[in-house]
C-alpha cells in the first residue's frame, strides 16, 4: 500500500493529537495515525515534514514508517477505481437482498390476509 503511519502513538493522546493536526487520522488497522492515500505525493512530504518539525519542537519521540510504495497518478487512479468497483458491487449485492426480502414480506402480508377473509 501507499501509506504513511506514526509509529509509537496512542489514541486519545493529547500530546500526540496537537502535533498531528488534519488530515492526519487515527486507524485501528494500523494501530496509528495515517495520512490519507488521497492527498498527492507533494502533499504527503510536505505534511511529515511537518511532523517532524513539530516533533522536534515538542521533544517528542515519535516516527513516521513509510511504506515507501509510491504509486504514480495513473496507479492511484486504478487502485481507487478498483476499490470503488468492489463497493459498488457489495452495494449492488445488498440492494438485490434487500429487494428480494421486501417481495416476500409482501406476498406474506398478501397470504395472510386473504387466509383471514379480508380479501
Same mark, same amino acid.
Not at 64 to 90: N, P
Not at 107 to 114: A, D, L, S
Given at each position: %500500500? ?5 509509529? @509509537?502513538?496512542?489514541? %486519545? ?7 498531528? +493536526?488534519? +488530515? ?11 495520512? +490519507?492515500?488521497?492527498?498527492? +505525493? ?6 511529515? @515534514? ?6 522536534? $519542537? ?9 511504506? %515507501?510504495? =509510491?504509486? $504514480? ?11 470503488? *468497483? ?9 440492494? *438485490? ?7 416476500? =414480506?409482501?406476498?406474506?402480508? @398478501? ?5 383471514? %377473509? =379480508?380479501?
Amino acid at each position: %500500500g501507499d501509506e504513511v503511519t506514526v509509529t @509509537g502513538t496512542e489514541r %486519545g493522546n493529547a500530546t500526540h493529537r496537537a502535533i498531528l +493536526p488534519r +488530515p492526519w487520522v487515527w486507524s485501528r488497522r494500523a494501530g496509528g495515525y495515517v495520512l +490519507p492515500r488521497s492527498l498527492t +505525493p507533494m502533499t504527503r512530504d510536505l505534511r511529515v @515534514g511537518q511532523f517532524r518539525a513539530a516533533c522536534a $519542537s515538542h521533544a517528542v519521540a515519535l516516527d513516521v514508517d513509510d511504506t %515507501g510504495a =509510491r504509486m $504514480s497518478e495513473a496507479q492511484r487512479r486504478e487502485a481507487r477505481d478498483a476499490r470503488l *468497483e468492489i463497493a459498488a458491487d457489495r452495494h449492488e449485492r445488498a440492494a *438485490e437482498a434487500a429487494e428480494a426480502e421486501s417481495d416476500a =414480506r409482501y406476498r406474506n402480508v @398478501g397470504q395472510c390476509t386473504v387466509l383471514q %377473509g =379480508r380479501w
